[in-house]
């Protein structure tokens, strides 16, 4: 078995998937905890697909598409607060219309150029084999930013998850912390599309924070947890893949899924193991009586 293992990361290659894969889930892992508790999983999905026309632009100017990635991200954030406060729709409406909007703005782009196929899939499904050192560093960077800014922001976030009325009268400013939160799930989004593609990032995204909230309640504990399920992902996705013959990043993202359904399953068989017998009621006295008398 020991094997199986050390022959999937026996080349420089993979060992470089495999570092960039393990901190993109320790960033997708920590800020998408609070993705999950505070129902921001459409908001998580549509920053995922909103970068992608700056990516495509920025790959065709021929500047780093992270650039344009962030620019994107900040359009969509930017674009969501304005529809929000001036046209007083519901936040998810704004979500709604920009996320349909960037990608389809994005698959136009790329549909111009010659190479239309290749880098469309190179974009929306990641390639977890072609990353560097320099994206290894940038990741590294997000990962530090990112829990950093977690546990600064704790109170404040955890206000805002539960009260936001409260939060404001608390002074802890829950508008801000809001766009702190957009903020590190975008970096978040940015720093980790390489690895997983704008598509199937939003798997390590959620998947894994999901996961841990089945099994633990407190928040610190699920971050814990959702990393050490965000990590196994990786390693296991990228062994199937090597042996499998089948694309890394989707197997990631796959296996990730799938530890959720996993986890579900056997907590439903776990509570149900746990649940009482139900004994039968005695009959009253009065029917046993009847029914011996007849």
């Not at 078995?1 to 570092?19: K, P």
């Not at 296996?255 to 004994?279: D, K």
């Amino acid at each position: 078995m020991i094997g199986w293992f050390t022959d999937a990361f026996s080349s420089e290659l993979t060992r470089q998937a495999l570092a960039g894969g393990l901190l993109a889930a320790v960033t997708t892992s920590v800020i998408g905890t609070w993705v999950v508790v505070r129902g921001m999983s459409f908001m998580g999905d549509a920053l995922a697909h909103g970068v992608l026309p700056g990516i495509v632009l920025a790959f065709l100017w021929g500047i780093d598409v992270t650039i344009g990635a962030l620019v994107s991200a900040a359009v969509m954030v930017a674009g969501i607060d304005v529809v929000h406060r001036r046209a007083r729709l519901p936040e998810d409406t704004g979500i709604g219309l920009l996320f349909v909007g960037m990608l389809a703005l994005g698959v136009i782009l790329i549909s111009r150029q010659d190479t239309y196929a290749g880098d469309l899939t190179s974009f929306l499904f990641g390639d977890i084999l072609g990353i560097d050192d320099a994206d290894i560093a940038l990741q590294a960077a997000v990962a530090a930013v990112t829990i950093v800014g977690v546990v600064v922001l704790h109170r404040p976030f955890l206000a805002l998850s539960f009260n936001r009325e409260k939060a404001a009268a608390l002074g802890m400013r829950p508008d801000l912390a809001h766009v702190a939160m957009l903020v590190l799930i975008a970096l978040a989004v940015v720093s980790s599309f390489r690895v997983a593609g704008t598509l199937l990032v939003f798997g390590l995204l959620v998947a894994p924070p999901a996961t841990a909230t089945l099994l633990v309640h407190r928040l610190p504990t699920a971050m814990v947890t959702g990393v050490a399920f965000g990590c196994l992902a990786v390693v296991l996705g990228l062994a199937i893949s090597y042996h499998a013959d089948a694309a890394a990043s989707a197997t990631v993202a796959g296996v990730a899924v799938g530890q959720f359904f996993l986890a579900l399953a056997t907590r439903e068989v776990v509570t149900a193991l746990r649940r009482p017998t139900p004994h039968p009621t005695p009959p009253k006295s009065g029917a046993a009586t009847g029914r011996m008398a007849e």
